[in-house]
């Protein structure tokens, strides 16, 4: 702190008393000092006292020898009272007695002067008294100043209700006020010379690693610092609180850094008040479910989501069905409860990564991130559909509910949040209309697809489960003999209307459902059967069958094949088992182990579709691979289109150059066959020759 000294000029004028009881001596005296002052004098020592307590004068000029009064005496009076003991007392007298002069000095006088008096050096001395007090009574208030506020700052930092702990520049602690203490469970006196870490104890909330100490933070970088967010201070009591808070250097005026300080509250109570705030702002009171507000946030944070993940997101509007009725008739108490129980029932079916909030009175809404198809929402409203089968039993009485459900999808259907609502709206309105109990999306294409889709399951499931799925035979040339050596054995599933559903859509299904192996061996089993029984008569008719590359690839497949031709009894080179190029995308060196294995049993191994896929020609040529089936998109083109007539021609050569047989697919004209055979394809398939055949109409051709 900073020493402030009045200016001269701000001083008022010295009081200088004159105590002489000889006029012609005051009136010299007078003449020495009138420069320095304001002087007064008395002749009277009998006033002189009185005058002086009145005055309070820095300085006294005392003649000693006064008549019956004597200086030194009264010199003693004026110091032995408190408003005059410091003033400075200056004997005058006309003795040079060295015994008086250390007796004067020694009852409390300051200087000694000698009659006559010389006025420059009395003016000199007088003047050396004044400065000499002047000093003594600044340092005294400098002191009084400093211990005041030295005092003021004890008593704030005492008294403030936030934890400030004050360290040197080492972070070696010096001061703890009575929260710090309260706080860090350290009282200051075992603190003060320990580092600032080991006092408080920081911590980070979540990982419960040590922080470091903002307090080094601010030495360091010399600057102010906030405390780590999420930052908790152990007690050494055993007390952890939540801080906030900041550190800032001590700096002083040559700015060098002194130390540092830490002031830090605890907002322990704060950081619940603010969850609750928080919980009680953004969630249903009844169900304890995100209200509107928060389920505003969470579509919006979905749909985010969603869309980086190139996926949709769904939004389920729930309704209970003939609510308000229910409400009305049984009291908003069991209202209330069954409100309740249908939320949980809600929050208990669904998925941990969808958010099910109330949106109004029986109205629940279901955000379902992340959808990757269509059917996933119909599976989830099922469910919800389910789980509220079961009847409620409020005090021991029983009800029955059902829900109604609106869906609408984003980017499908609705873009923004508010559509997505509206839509979904829309979409429960038509549930509602079609009975209780329903769900509806939004966009009727959407819906249409979904309702085909559960039907061609149903299908599908039913015609694995009796082992219904027909297999037909379409017949494939030697275009050399116009003879029938081989047939391609081809999936036919009818819809309930008797009509054909496309195998690669029940295939795929059938993938998607993992039923490919079922059905997979039920059409080979079906195929090898009908080839025994043509080689029985006398027929040797190759049956060629295709597999799914999911079938192929999943584990037994090879024992699933020669399982079946045991059972059959056919012979291996009676049949070809037909993969396409994606299969030869796969884990290469599994494929080719089986294919190894199968084609060492005298199984014959085909590629489907050449020339569609990607497949490198390296694996080709290490495959065990018979025969190459030109995809029937270029044999289509190849009369219009000059590319496809060069890629057929390119296959053919690459199929010689291997050594593999050709089969030409989707040969319809006699044009495609002539080109075909001149690039040397052997063997034709197509509706040129035959449609495929239901197994009687083949058999009435080759039998
Ligand atoms: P794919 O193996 O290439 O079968 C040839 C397809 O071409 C058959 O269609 C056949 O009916 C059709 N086709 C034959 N000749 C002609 C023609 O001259 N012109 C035209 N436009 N089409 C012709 P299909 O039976 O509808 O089968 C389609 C695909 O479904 C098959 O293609 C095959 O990939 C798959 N598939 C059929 N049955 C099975 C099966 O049992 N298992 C597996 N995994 N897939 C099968
Ligand atoms: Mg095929
Ligand atoms: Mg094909």
Redesign the pocket.
Known sequence: MQLVRPEKTSRPPANIVIVDDEISSVVVLEAAVKDLGKVTYTTTPADAIELIQDIQPEVVLMDIEMGEYNGVDLCKQIKNSPATAKTAVIFVTSHSNPDLEYFSLDSGGIDFLTKPINLKTCKMRVANQLALYYYAKDLENAKEELYNEKEQFKATLNSIGDGVVATDAQGIVTFLNPIAEHMTGWNAVDAVGKPIELVMDLKDATTHEKSINPAHLALEENRIVAMALNCQLYSKSGNVYRVEDSAAPIVDEQNRLRGAIVVFHDVSESIAMAVKMNHLANNDQLTGLPNRILLHDRLEQAIKVSKQNRLMTGLMLIDIDNFKYLNDSLGHHIGDILIKQVAMRLEFAMDANCTLARVGGDEFVLIVPNVREIRQLNTIATDMQEVMQKPFVIEKQEYSLSVSIGISINPTDAETEGHMMRNADVAMFRAKKQGKQCYCFFSQNLEQDLHERIELEKVLREAIDKNTVE??F?PQIDMATQQINSA?????LKDKNGNNI???KF?GLAEELGL?DL??QQ?LRKSCTAAKEWYDKGKEIRVC????AL?FCSPGYFDQVFKILEETNLRTSMLEL?V?ETLLMQDIQVVEEILRDLSLTGIFIAI??FGTGYSSLSYLKRLPVDVL?I??SFV?DMLDDKQSLDIVKTISDLGHSLGLKLVG????TAEHEQILKSFGCQIG????YH??LAKKDFETIIL
Do not use: C, F, M
Request: proline share 10%.
């Open positions: 297999v037909v379409q391609e054995a081809l999936a036919r496309p195998p690669p295939i490919i059905l997979g059409i069958v295709n597999v799914s079938q037909e396409t489907d579709d089936k995809d029937q289509r697919e989707g040969i319809e398939q197509g509706y040129h449609k495929p």
